[in-house]
């Protein structure tokens, strides 16, 4: 159950403010292909009291990388110009790779169920870029600290439930062979066991595991098993 965080504009008050003087800086990963957007942001958080240090990058397999190198962050930002542009495997694919840092999704809500299969996805909180600066930061500690924000509009609608497996487009991509491929690599099976399994060469195999990071835009089979065992593969 969402612990739904509801609130507008004035409710974070000068108080809050105060207190984020001379904090350490929090560090945010952002993820958006829109350079104008990352820019814009950056320019704006480093004027705020409690200032952020931002590394934006255009792809989230990109922050699933500096992930794994050890890189570490308070929370991510994923923007998308509406909800029906921010893809549900970057999601899932981040919450897999970095379990332990929120994720808050900021786009325009143009579908109220899209930003509900948002926050199904993996999603802490979830952000409608009709609000403004002060409310982005007060729902960024939010999520900081373990909590949620849900904006008052979805709330309004069907609650979004609990967590379960998402049905992914990307899987539409590969053909039923390598579907067949990424069940068994989710299951830890080396290619030679796959290929053994699948009745064919290793060399297939590994030609079908090049195809499969590739079209599931991931950086290795790691990833590809990661995100395969938290979303539904159709056959």
Same mark, same amino acid.
């Not at 320019?43 to 500096?66: F, I, K, M, Y």
């Given at each position: 159950m969402l612990d739904h965080f509801v609130e507008g504009e004035a409710s974070f008050t000068p108080s809050i403010s105060t207190g984020y003087l001379g904090a350490v800086r929090r560090h945010l990963a952002i993820v958006d292909q829109s350079r104008l957007r990352c820019d814009c942001l950056k320019? =704006?958080?480093?004027?705020?009291?409690?200032?952020?240090?931002?590394?934006?990058? +255009? +792809? =989230?397999?990109?922050? =699933?990388?500096?992930v794994q190198r050890g890189e570490e962050f308070d929370v991510i930002l994923l923007g998308g110009s509406t909800c029906a542009h921010v893809n549900l495997v970057d999601i899932v694919l981040l919450a897999a790779a970095a379990p332990h840092i929120p994720i808050l999704v900021t786009a325009e809500c143009d579908d109220p169920e899209r930003a509900h299969a948002i926050l199904r996805a993996g999603a802490k909180g979830f952000l409608p870029t009709s609000h403004s600066l002060k409310v982005l930061m007060g729902a960024l500690e939010r999520v900081r600290a373990g909590g949620t924000y849900v904006p008052l509009a979805l709330t309004d609608a069907v609650s979004p439930g609990p967590p379960q497996r998402v049905q992914c487009t990307p899987w539409r991509e590969l053909t039923r062979r390598q579907r067949d491929v990424l069940a068994l690599i989710s299951e830890g099976r080396s290619n030679k066991l796959i290929a053994d399994a699948l009745n064919m060469s290793e060399s297939t195999v590994k030609a079908h595991v090049k195809q499969i990071i590739r079209r599931l835009n991931v950086a290795n089979r790691t990833q590809a098993a990661l995100l395969a065992a938290r979303t539904s593969v159709g056959h």
């Open positions: 320019l =704006a958080l480093g004027h705020q009291p409690r200032r952020w240090r931002v590394t934006d990058v +255009a +792809a =989230a397999s990109e922050l =699933a990388r500096l």
